[in-house]
């Protein structure tokens, strides 16, 4: 990796944890200079604008939860068992996000499902990346007859994702891991007791 | 109500809506005075600073998510009523949220728990008076033989404020209201199949 190359990822990597941290809007190109050292001439060099570095910032931080999904559900031997991964993803998240400050595709929909179409339309990319993952599940379990037959993919997404990502907010604004244990929990016994094939 | 107070009343009505939209870090106050019609000594007549038009804005946004759930919880006949009426209230978010830009106690949490801790324990104390409620209405509900007696009102009242508030989150972000019928539905099947005494 060239030296512009290694200074342009190190630049990216700080400044999703910062956006994650303070928000976007609540992110000056100082703090950035402040964090990694550089001259603004220096962060300029390799991004056009703030808006720039925000998306290629957002594009690294959801590269981080991509790589612990993957992680989770790496060699899941059933449909059940590749559900039951993608609520463990999030389990840890209170003391462990994959981006210092929480879940990055939750701090980004919320800061800019009304200011920033670009950023709101990467957030929802990866939101429809795990309704397709999980719709994709659901449909190979049932025809394995591991699922039931009358189980709706989309639907069972929707209420996963709702479930867990509202539970890394109460997490982190009560400090405590209890919403997120109470949610996954709730969802696994549901997975199991009303998901799962009889 | 006098003059002053009238001002005041109008600038928190309007700055609540500001910065439900754009955020805290996302409003200046010019965009307020922008929004008001008034210069900036009319709005720091009233307030001493941007931190406590934001204080006393929340408060304002909390107080109409409040009145909806008054509303919705009025007259419930039982504890299991009650419950599902808690989910009612945030069925109609998508559509019609109790502040223009969605659920302002979410967004504040987001965009506080990291940076603001005042905003942070006024969002937290929203979300204690919520868990305070939906579990005495269970504490209250095993008394009368309507809740089983194994149910945890607390787990309950996580679960349950993790799900809507997570489907508010998606449903403002696919602009689609799909999410939360399907949180708010879920809901009120374990409601009435494991939370309702048999």
């Given at each position: ?7 342009r ?66 060699g899941?031997?059933t ?54 993952l ?65």
């Open positions: 990796m060239g030296k512009g190359t290694e200074t990822e190190r630049i990216i990597a700080r400044a999703a944890e910062i956006f994650n941290v303070d928000g976007y809007a609540g992110t000056a190109i100082s703090d950035i200079m402040r964090a990694t050292g550089l001259e603004k001439g220096g962060i300029y060099r390799h991004f056009s604008s703030k808006d720039a570095l925000a998306l290629a910032a957002f594009d690294y931080a959801a590269g981080q939860v991509r790589q612990r999904v993957a992680a989770s559900l790496a899941s031997p449909a059940v068992a590749t559900l039951l991964g993608f609520v463990e993803v999030f389990r840890g998240y209170a003391h462990n996000p994959p981006v210092v400050g929480g879940c990055p595709i939750l701090n980004t929909a919320i800061e800019s499902d009304d200011t920033n179409p670009a950023l709101a339309r990467r957030a929802a990319a990866v939101i429809d990346e795990w309704r397709s999980i719709r994709t599940t659901v449909v190979q379990g049932i025809a394995r007859g591991e699922i039931r037959s009358e189980i709706d993919g989309d639907a069972l997404a929707l209420l996963m994702i709702a479930t867990l990502e509202g539970a890394v907010m109460l997490a982190r604004l009560l400090r405590d891991a209890a919403p997120l244990e109470q949610a996954a929990n709730h969802l696994c016994n549901h997975i199991e007791q009303s998901v799962r094939a009889c």
